[in-house]
């Protein structure tokens, strides 16, 4: 086997091990039960990864855009649209298939062989715009005045979000004694919702950014146009529907790339006998 | 039809373009600032205590 092709066996695997390492390398955290207090955090990363995971270099997008949407005085929150605007441009939900330490959770979930695999719920149709739900009501509206009063809070991290319950509730409180004593009924219903997800990654393909992520509506909408594409060779295409068979979130060959739902995985390129698909 | 197609092609670049900009505005604004100081502080609300 010729080195490149051994290079781009499980690329995406690699790629989102080594980002997820990357951006959680602060390894000094993960030992004290502390937090990464540097520069760097003026910059967010990516994909969903908690400010608040003792090894997180960066800020996370949802929870910069709740601190912003939090304020006293409120603002356009352009510091964070500014940022979904140029990584939504370039890359697209490519930062959901390659870039996301959550995503690669789920992805290695659903490699568990304990269930029989599905890729999408029933009532796929209506439950997909769940997500857009949990970005305008709980990330946005939530964090403006539903859940706190005049006491903004951010209410998709309070709430829902299990990537701050994966990456930094649970190893800030094994190294921490005093947040383990302060964890109460909120901590609970927060892990529960990770195992209720982790439970049924193990059955159907990212059901957490399918159905609720906030991030992944965001850059869903920048799929249409963004830089990074999925191509498709119309003309080359014998129809037989190798792509659909292996597009994980089950989506036909004209919706492969545009959808909001595709999240570049290159599945479907690599499925393709023809070769009509090419990044 | 094609003229459509092309700048279809280039949203991209406009996108980008808008989103530096207001990257721009936001610093300027101090709302990088805000951000960093959420992110150093331990986010009490995000791991489920406040």
Redo the contacts between chains.
């Keep these: 086997m010729e080195s490149g092709e051994v290079m781009k066996r499980n690329l995406r695997l690699k790629v989102q091990i080594l980002v997820t390492i990357f951006t959680n390398g602060y390894a000094y955290g993960f030992l004290n039960g502390k937090i990464y207090q540097g520069p760097l955090k003026y910059t967010c990363v990516p994909g969903l990864n908690c400010y608040s995971c003792p090894g997180a270099l960066g800020s996370c997008p949802m929870g910069a855009l709740q601190a912003l949407l939090n304020q006293r005085n409120l603002q356009v929150p352009f510091g964070i649209l500014g940022f979904f605007f140029v990584v939504g441009s370039l890359l697209g939900r490519f930062v959901c298939g390659w870039l996301c330490p959550f995503g690669l959770v789920q992805d290695l979930l659903y490699k568990v062989p304990l269930f029989q695999k599905q890729k999408r719920l029933p009532f796929h149709g209506i439950l997909k715009y769940g997500k857009y739900i949990v970005l305008i009501f709980l990330a946005c509206a939530g964090s403006l005045f539903l859940f706190g009063g005049f006491a903004r809070v951010p209410a998709f991290c309070k709430y829902l979000c299990p990537s701050g319950t994966l990456f930094g509730a649970l190893p800030l409180l094994a190294g921490n004694k005093l947040l383990r004593s302060q964890a109460g009924g909120l901590f609970f219903w927060k892990l529960g919702i990770l195992l209720v997800l982790v439970l049924v990654s193990m059955k159907i393909y990212r059901p957490f950014c399918q159905y609720l992520c906030p991030l992944g509506a965001v850059y869903g909408w920048f799929n249409r146009f963004s830089l990074v594409q999925v191509h498709w060779e119309q003309e080359k295409c014998t129809r037989c529907h190798s792509c659909e068979k292996a597009c994980p979130v089950g989506l036909s060959v004209k919706e492969i790339s545009r959808s909001s739902e595709c999240i570049r995985c290159g599945k479907c390129i690599k499925a393709c006998p023809a070769r009509c698909l090419h990044f | 039809m094609d003229f459509w197609k092309r700048c279809?092609e280039k949203?991209?670049?406009?996108?980008?373009a808008?989103?530096?900009?207001?990257?721009?505005?936001?610093?300027v604004?101090g709302?990088?600032?805000?951000?960093?100081?959420?992110?150093?502080m331990?986010?009490l609300?995000?791991?489920?205590?406040?």
């Design positions: 279809k949203a991209w670049l406009l996108g980008t808008l989103g530096l900009l207001f990257l721009g505005v936001g610093a604004w709302q990088l600032e805000v951000i960093w100081k959420k992110a150093v331990i986010c609300e995000c791991i489920g205590i406040g």
